[in-house]
T-cell receptor
C-alpha cells in the first residue's frame, strides 16, 4: 500500500507570508495528487489537485507542484490570510484498476496564520 | 453544505448501546465511503461501497456494521463500542469509485462512555 508522509506537521506564519507543505509518497504508480483543507467542524474539502502529466498547477493563491522522480508534491499558499488557517491533507493515489477511490491520507499539517 | 449530509453531528453513547450514523448524498454519485478520524492519526478508510456493493472492508471490527440500501444513503450501525472508538466519523462520495468530485460530509463526532 501507499506510505504517505507530510511535512511539517505544524506551520505558523504571519499574514501575507507564504506557506509550503510537502507530501512524500511511496507508490511510484501514483498518478493523482490532491490536497484537502479541513476547517474546524467540517470534513476535508478538495482545494487543488494535479495529475502526473503536469508538473505544476495554480489556482489564484494556491499552487501544487509535482516531482514524480523524487516522489513528492507540495502545496504552496501565497499571501496567506487568517481564513487559510486549517488542517491540510495530501492523499496521493493510483487511479483506475481496483483503487475504487480509496484515498490514503497523510497525517495532516496544521497551518496557523497570525493576523 | 457540500452535498453530503451526515446525521447526527454529535453522538454520545454507552458501551452497551446500539446506534446508527446516517449519510445522504445529493450529488448523483454511485460510490460512498466511511472514514474514521482520530486525534493525532491520519484519516483511516473503513468501508467502500460501489454501486451499493461493499468492495472494501479495511479490517474493521465487527462492532461496526455498514449498510448501503441505495446509492444515495449509507449507514454505519454501531454496537458494543469501546472508548477507543471515540472519533470523528466521516462519510464521502464520488463518481464511479474514482476521485472525481470526491466530497466529504461534515462528520459525526462520536464519544463512547
Amino acid at each position: 500500500g501507499e506510505n504517505v508522509e507530510q511535512h511539517p506537521s505544524t506551520l505558523s506564519v504571519q499574514e501575507g507570508d507564504s506557506a509550503v507543505i510537502k507530501c512524500t509518497y511511496s507508490d511510484s504508480a501514483s498518478n493523482y495528487f490532491p490536497w484537502y483543507k479541513q476547517e474546524l467542524g467540517k470534513g476535508p474539502q478538495l482545494i487543488i489537485d494535479i495529475r502526473s502529466n503536469v508538473g505544476e498547477k495554480k489556482d489564484q493563491r494556491i499552487a501544487v507542484t509535482l516531482n514524480k522522480t523524487a516522489k513528492h508534491f507540495s502545496l504552496h499558499i501565497t499571501e496567506t490570510q487568517p481564513e487559510d488557517s486549517a488542517v491540510y491533507f495530501c492523499a496521493p493515489i493510483r487511479e483506475g484498476g481496483t483503487s475504487y477511490g480509496k484515498l490514503t491520507f497523510g497525517q495532516g499539517t496544521i497551518l496557523t496564520v497570525h493576523p | 453544505e457540500t452535498g453530503v449530509t451526515q446525521t447526527p453531528r454529535h453522538l454520545v453513547m454507552g458501551m452497551t448501546n446500539k446506534k446508527s450514523l446516517k449519510c445522504e448524498q445529493h450529488l448523483g454519485h454511485n460510490a460512498m465511503y466511511w472514514y474514521k478520524q482520530s486525534a493525532k492519526k491520519p484519516l483511516e478508510l473503513m468501508f467502500v461501497y460501489s454501486l451499493e456493493e461493499r468492495v472494501e472492508n479495511n479490517s474493521v471490527p465487527s462492532r461496526f456494521s455498514p449498510e448501503c440500501p441505495n446509492s444515495s444513503h449509507l449507514f454505519l450501525h454501531l454496537h458494543t463500542l469501546q472508548p477507543e472508538d471515540s472519533a470523528l466519523y466521516l462519510c464521502a462520495s464520488s463518481q464511479d469509485g474514482t476521485n472525481y468530485g470526491y466530497t466529504f460530509g461534515s462528520g459525526t463526532r462520536l464519544t463512547v462512555v
